[in-house]
Structure formats: structure tokens, C-alpha cells
């Protein structure tokens, strides 16, 4: 199987269960039951709307998941909405097949035309520095909780918007189930 053997589309509200699996999965024992719970929590959260729950499927069954929810950087007198990527999980034996760089640009082609300027995660800069993210410390975004600095690279930035960088600078305010300062270690 391959990453075109997958289909990319959004997530259907009966598959709950099968997408907190996912997250068990591809987490393991420690951090799966977490992220899982997370996972629940931002799918209830009126704070986390407008939501994007997009999966991959393969052969009837869910092998990945991403979530992209909303985030506003303080102080924007324009209010303008923009996006966190997290969490995204494809299960372990799928894992390396392109399944979740799939994911992750769906993700951007749904929002290249919304008014959502910048996409934000906290994450592998080895993994993510290939879709265009880059440092968001220093493009002047400050995560909600303060991140160790050896792992600074890890919280990072992406333009939806041409130019959105330099038109937004602050602290970036997550939904409420984001909003724990457990989340923000990595």
C-alpha cells in the first residue's frame, strides 16, 4: 500500500471512535490515551469552531487523522481567524507512506481561499519544515505557554495568506481544550 491507495476526506461525526483510535494508535500507550483525549476535547469545544477534521481512509478503515481548529494571535484589532494544526496521527503500520503529508496539504488546499491568514503547529521541524512552516518565535509569534529553548524550532509558522507574517505579531490564543500548558511541551 501507498499513499495513493488512501482517500483524504472529511470526517464524518459516527466516526468518533474510530478516529480517537487512530490517535492510540499512532501515539502509543503513553501518549496515545493524551493526545485521544485531547483529540475528544477540541472535537467538543465550541472555542476550537470552525473545525477542520480531515482522515485518510484505506481499504473501509481510518489510517490517519488531522485536526485544524482556530487560534487568534493577541493583539489584532482585525480579529482575524487563523489555524493550529494538531494533532495529526497516522496508525504505526502506516506510518512513512506519505499518509500524513497527504493530510496536511488537503489541509492547506481547503484553506488556501479562507480568510485564515497563518497556520501554526508545534511540532518535528524535520517533519513539518518541508511544508513551508518555519520558526514562529522569531517571525514574532509567541506560543500560548512558554516552549524550552530546545525546543523553540519546534513551534512554528506558515503562510496561507501572502504577506500574513508581517501583518500579524503576538501571542497566539488557542481554543479552551488547547489552552493547558501539558499541550505546549515538546
Known amino acids: 500500500m501507498n499513499a495513493c ?27 496515545g490515551p493524551v493526545i485521544a483525549k485531547l483529540v ?42 487563523h489555524l493550529i494544526l494538531a494533532p495529526l496521527a497516522v496508525v504505526t503500520e ?3 507512506l506519505g499518509i500524513g503529508a497527504r493530510l496536511v496539504r488537503e489541509g492547506f ?8 491568514g497563518l497556520i501554526f503547529v508545534l511540532g518535528y521541524p524535520d517533519y513539518y519544515l518541508r511544508f513551508g512552516f518555519q520558526p514562529a518565535g522569531p517571525c514574532g509569534f509567541q506560543a500560548p505557554y512558554p516552549i524550552a529553548d530546545e525546543h523553540a524550532d519546534a513551534w512554528m509558522v506558515r503562510e496561507l495568506v ?5 501583518q500579524h505579531k503576538g501571542i497566539v490564543r488557542c ?5 493547558h500548558p501539558q499541550y505546549w511541551r515538546e
Not at 478503515?61 to 481548529?69: A, I, M, R, S, Y
Not at 501572502?162 to 508581517?166: H, L
Not at 481554543?175 to 489552552?179: G, I, M, P, T, V
Request: proline fraction near 3%; glycine fraction near 6%; hydrophobic fraction near 35%.
Open 5 to 31: 491507495d488512501v482517500t483524504i476526506r472529511a470526517a464524518r461525526e459516527h466516526e468518533r471512535d474510530e478516529i480517537l483510535s487512530v490517535h492510540l494508535d499512532a501515539f502509543g500507550d503513553e501518549e
Open 40 to 81: 475528544g476535547e477540541l472535537l467538543d469545544d465550541p472555542t476550537s469552531r470552525p473545525i477542520d477534521s480531515l482522515v485518510a481512509e484505506s481499504d473501509g478503515h481510518l489510517v490517519g487523522h488531522v485536526l485544524f481548529t482556530a487560534v487568534t494571535v493577541e493583539p489584532d484589532e482585525a480579529q482575524v481567524r
Open 94 to 96: 502506516k506510518q512513512s
Open 109 to 116: 488546499r481547503r484553506h488556501s481561499n479562507d480568510e485564515a
Open 162 to 166: 501572502s504577506g500574513a507574517i508581517e
Open 175 to 179: 481554543s479552551k481544550a488547547l489552552d
